[in-house]
Each structure stands twice: as C-alpha cells, then as structure tokens.
C-alpha cells in the first residue's frame, strides 16, 4: 500500500514556543487515523502543516499530491452556487458535471443551483466534503468537520464520511476530540502528547474492550459517576 503521507521529524514553532517537535508520522493510501490530544497540543498545527497552509521549522513532508481539507466551519463562498463552490480551483472543462457528481455522492445532486444561504448546518459540511473529493486527493484532512453539529446530523455524517472513504480510498487524518469518533471511524487512533505521537492504537476492525477508558486516561479524563468523564482543572498554561 502506498503512503499517502511520510512525515519525518516534524518541528514547528511559534516564536520561542515548539509546538511540534520531531513528530514522525506515516498515513496510508485507504487508510483512516484519527488523532486525538489535549486543546493546545499541536493537533491543528499539523494539519496546517500538511496542508500546506503553514510552514515547517523543521523535519520533512512527503505527500504524492496536494492534500485536500475540510474545517470546522465550511468556508463556503455565499456569493455562488453549491456547484460553483464545489469547483472551486478545479479546470474550467466540465467543472459543472463533475460538481454535480460530487454533489450526488453526499446526497444533494438536486441543489446544484441552489446557495449556502438555503442549508443546514448539515447540509454545509456535506458541500465541504464534496468540494474536497472532488479534488480526487490521495490525502484528505478533517478538523473536527463535526464539531458544530447537533448530534444526530453528526451521526449521519459520519456514517457518510466512512462510505465516501471507502469508495475513494484516500489516506485520511481527523483531528478531533471526540473518543467514541475516533473509536466509530478510524483504523488507527493515534494521541498527540508534547508536541509529538505519544500513543497509538491499531483496530484493525477487531473490538477492543476497554479502548475508551484507556484512551481517555491518555486525554488525563478519568471516567466519573455512572460514566460520565470528570477532567481536572486545567493549568492556566493549556491554551
């Protein structure tokens, strides 16, 4: 299988402060990670960096194509259609119909004249998605797309962002901080700790009894009455 990313002792600073320090990091082609950590830790630093959006201090990335992304909020342009949103920087040559092919794939094949004024919150992301497979990207990089959603249309849109990778294939990295979404989605769930990988987990599609207590012992969550998570207070210095 091929990668779809290596990353080779990443360093990123920010003034004085190391944020990312020497962080390996290899995704596969039809591979889906999910990285968890605490606020602060670096998470979103890396998916900048792989993205392109922000430079490197240090270390190396190796990507075969550009990496496609999808944010928290779906950056939608308000002054044109869903098709031309979703064709966004792709060739003039047919840009309507392979919008309206990508538009289909997240259920909305019917609105390509429509506006972003008119959707859900849902419906918004699932635009997003669409502008980002439309790209065909071998690498394709989801901060915390279902942050904002209420929990139903989170589900949902879930379950379509598991179906849209596995008929695509892309190699895909999900920041998120959500442990059952990790669990639900990924074949590797990795922990981001200290500017660096400090725990990973291979599911392989196999149950892992205890997973999520252990990962969010990793998180420093410790599980209160009747399952709830109880989290100590947090230092002033976690941003």
């Known amino acids: 299988m091929s990668a779809a990313v290596i990353v080779r002792r990443l360093v990123r600073r920010y003034g004085e402060r190391t944020v990312i320090d020497g962080l390996d990091l290899v995704i596969d082609r039809g591979e889906f990670v999910a990285l968890l950590g605490e606020s602060g830790c670096g998470k979103t630093t890396l998916l900048r960096a792989l993205s392109g ?7 190396s990335i190796q990507a075969p194509g550009k990496p496609a992304v999808v944010f928290q909020e779906h950056r939608l342009l308000p002054w044109d259609s869903l098709w031309r949103n979703v064709s966004l920087g792709q060739p003039a040559e047919n840009a309507r119909q392979r ?56 589900l949902k849109m879930q379950a379509l962002v598991k179906e849209l990778v596995a008929r695509h294939r ?55 009455p009747r399952g709830a998570a109880h989290r100590p207070a947090p230092s002033l210095n976690t941003l």
Do not use: K, Y
Not at 53 to 59: E, F, H, K, S
Not at 179 to 205: K, T
């Open 53 to 59: 959006l922000d430079p490197i201090d240090g270390g």
């Open 99 to 154: 919008a309206a092919a990508a538009l289909a794939e997240v259920g909305l094949g019917q609105r390509l004249d429509d506006w972003p004024r008119n959707l859900s919150g849902g419906q918004a992301q699932r635009v997003a998605l669409a502008r980002a497979l439309v790209q065909q990207p071998e690498l394709l990089l989801l901060d915390e797309p279902f942050a904002a959603l209420d929990a139903l249309t989170r």
């Open 170 to 224: 892309p190699g895909v990295l999900l920041v998120t901080h959500d442990v059952d979404e990790a669990i639900g989605l990924a074949d590797r769930i990795l922990v981001m700790r200290g500017g660096a990988i400090a725990f990973e987990r291979r599911l392989d599609g196999e149950p892992h009894p205890g997973l999520r207590e252990e990962l969010l012992a990793q998180l420093g969550v410790a599980p209160g």
